[in-house]
């Protein structure tokens, strides 16, 4: 019969991989966040990876509306699609891929291909009725006016 030993927690029959611990967990955020990471077959090359996609977009104010910026490298302003319905924009879209050609072979695919979408909720003081989108060097600019109930107003107070 074996001897028994007593069970350590803190030992592990595995080696311990520091790197393997950040992929994992880069992994998990990636996932989160919506952007597919790029994934390690082992110590071999990397293994490629079908990633859903959203363009990247940055949204600012001013005074007087929103304004949205969306990245849409290589897509046709006839391939994406704003909309608005019940206060929330839409944007939608496709980027295709790039069909090989005879005699030419990738050796790296690390952009994202296929359709898109991304949705954001107005803000109240927004006026969907207003919305102007324009397009132009990859980049789709979506201006969003503020209603005019919502600005500011200034009154002027007297004191007598």
Known sequence: MGALTRWDPFRETRVWDPFKELEDMQRRLSTMFGRAPVRKDGDK?????VAEWAPLVDISEDEKEYLIKAELPEIKKEEVKVTVQDDVLTIAGE??????????????I???????????????????????????????????????????KSVEVKVG
């Open 45 to 49: 090359q990397e293994a490629m990876t």
């Open 95 to 108: 980027r295709k891929y790039e069909k090989e050609e005879k005699g030419k072979k990738f050796h790296r």
């Open 110 to 152: 690390e952009r994202a291909y296929g359709s898109f979408e991304r949705s954001f909720t107005l803000p109240e003081d927004a006026d969907a009725a207003k919305v102007v989108a324009d397009f132009k060097d990859g980049i789709l600019k979506i201006h969003l006016p503020k209603s005019e109930k919502a600005k500011p």
